[in-house]
């Protein structure tokens, strides 16, 4: 089964991804994140943060591909020169931890 749970109970192929700009779209997170696996489902939140940036939630199809793109991306990958970074880390089921 490819939703069983990760390292730390952690879901399995599900990312958080923040501070993206707030008008990233779907297609957008699709082409960067699609690079390191097969996607299941892209959702992203758009501009509801206080510094109106997006986030998004990534879906891959096994835990070894998001751990690819985790590991690629986070605080790595710009999607315009000149802004910060984006943040990735594993999707926690609903329990706030960050700024966003």
């Known amino acids: 089964q490819r939703w069983e749970n990760g390292r730390d ?38 501009g509801r943060s206080k510094n109106y940036r997006s986030c998004a939630y990534i879906e891959f199809h096994t835990v070894e591909e998001a751990e690819m793109a985790l590991q690629c991306l986070h605080q790595k990958y710009r999607f315009r020169a000149g802004e910060h970074p984006i943040y990735v880390d594993w999707a926690n089921d609903g329990k706030r931890v960050g700024p966003y």
């Open 9 to 46: 109970g952690r879901r399995g192929g599900q990312l958080f991804v923040g501070n993206l700009p707030a008008d990233t779209d779907e297609e957008a997170l699709s082409f960067v994140f699609g690079k390191y696996g097969g996607l299941d489902k892209v959702h992203v939140i758009c």
